[in-house]
């Protein structure tokens, strides 16, 4: 082995066992995540609507909540904010009329334009 790919060789050993570290000891970006916290996110709406939580909103609810809170940050939202605001986008595009309201029962029943577009992955989910 000559001198020059021996350097070569100790070199690539100090990047590789330095870059080691710096990834073992990574960036120390965001929290240590919780069970508490994943169940907050862990939000599993079905095709038929199982899974959406209690609540319920109109079009000119969410028309106040969209101009007061879109801008924060996420998990801002009551449940019933939630659904205004999701009647106040479906009735801005005419899929609802603008007096409905919408909740775990009713936002089911709403028929998008592609409603019939998709393949359901799993469909023994749907009751």
């Not at 990834?23 to 079905?46: K, M, Q, R």
């Not at 603008?98 to 393949?119: C, H, Q, W, Y």
């Amino acid at each position: 082995m000559s001198m020059r790919s021996l350097d070569a060789s100790a070199v690539l050993l100090v990047l590789v066992l330095g870059a080691g570290r710096a990834f073992a000891e990574g960036p120390n970006l965001g929290n240590p995540v919780n069970l508490t916290g994943i169940a907050e996110w862990d939000i599993s709406v079905h095709p038929d609507g199982a899974g959406l939580p209690v609540g319920s909103g109109t079009p000119a609810e969410g028309a106040k909540i969209y101009v007061a809170k879109c801008a924060l940050q996420p998990m801002t939202l009551t449940n019933d904010e939630v659904y205004a605001l999701t009647a106040y986008i479906l009735a801005a595009n005419k899929l609802i009329g603008e007096n409905d309201t919408l909740s775990a029962e009713t936002l089911p029943k709403v028929r998008m334009p592609n409603r019939d577009g998709f393949i359901i992955r799993f469909p023994d989910l749907i009751q």
